[in-house]
């Protein structure tokens, strides 16, 4: 696999983090590649030498925060029985459900906004359901379980992210481990 110039992954870098400001200040419909460039303090064909269009730089940063959560919820050492076992003996959550919750709190607002006003809702409701499939006995209910995380977390950050980090990952992990008690 070829190795990215640490300049052209920095200039990437720089781009989407200014697109990821403006989408909390303005709102993505409002943006134009011009604001990007002048939030990132480059010119155009800066721009366009990564990036064909603001569509373009939007489904890059969509993929880099859905990677970056997929990365979060990986923990080879998770099973339903250790996770069962840490929860009714020593009150802990899952460790996945505080690795979601922690990476939805560090990009709240940009949470917040994309999970309402773009299809990234699906994209990370998929993401989730790839992640949980392996753990459930039939599809459905990974179909199920996605959307209603997804559901908790759009609710979660409407009401102001009320609950701690913790105090989610407990309400998760209680529910998916004990759904009916």
């Known amino acids: 696999m070829k190795r990215q110039d ?15 400001n403006l989408i909390l200040e303005e709102g993505y419909d409002a943006i134009t590649v011009r604001d990007i460039v002048q939030k990132a303090g480059m010119n155009r064909s ?3 030498l990564h990036f064909r269009d603001k569509q373009d730089i939007m489904s890059h940063l969509e993929n880099d925060l859905l990677a970056q959560l997929t ?13 069962r076992s840490d929860y009714q003996t020593f009150g802990t959550p899952s460790k996945t459900a505080v690795a ?11 949470y917040r906004t ?3 006003e773009r299809d990234f809702r699906a994209r990370v409701t998929q993401s989730i359901r790839q992640d949980i ?16 995380i997804v559901g908790v977390i759009i609710h979660w950050l409407e ?11 407990l309400w998760l992990t209680r529910m998916s481990l004990f759904p009916m008690e």
Do not use: C, W
């Not at 919820?73 to 099973?79: A, C, G, K, V």
């Not at 979601?100 to 940009?110: C, D, I």
């Open 71 to 83: 990365e979060a919820l990986i923990d080879p050492t998770y099973s339903q029985e250790s996770a």
């Open 159 to 169: 009401s102001g992210m009320a609950e701690s980090v913790t105090d989610m990952s």
């Open 114 to 116: 994309m999970l309402v």
């Open 133 to 148: 499939l392996p753990l459930m006995s039939h599809e459905l209910d990974a179909a199920f379980g996605s959307n209603g």
């Open 46 to 48: 800066t721009f366009y």
């Open 6 to 20: 640490p300049r052209v992954t920095r200039t990437e870098r720089l781009l989407m983090d200014a697109l990821m």
């Open 100 to 110: 979601l919750f922690s990476h939805v709190e560090k990009y709240a607002p940009l």
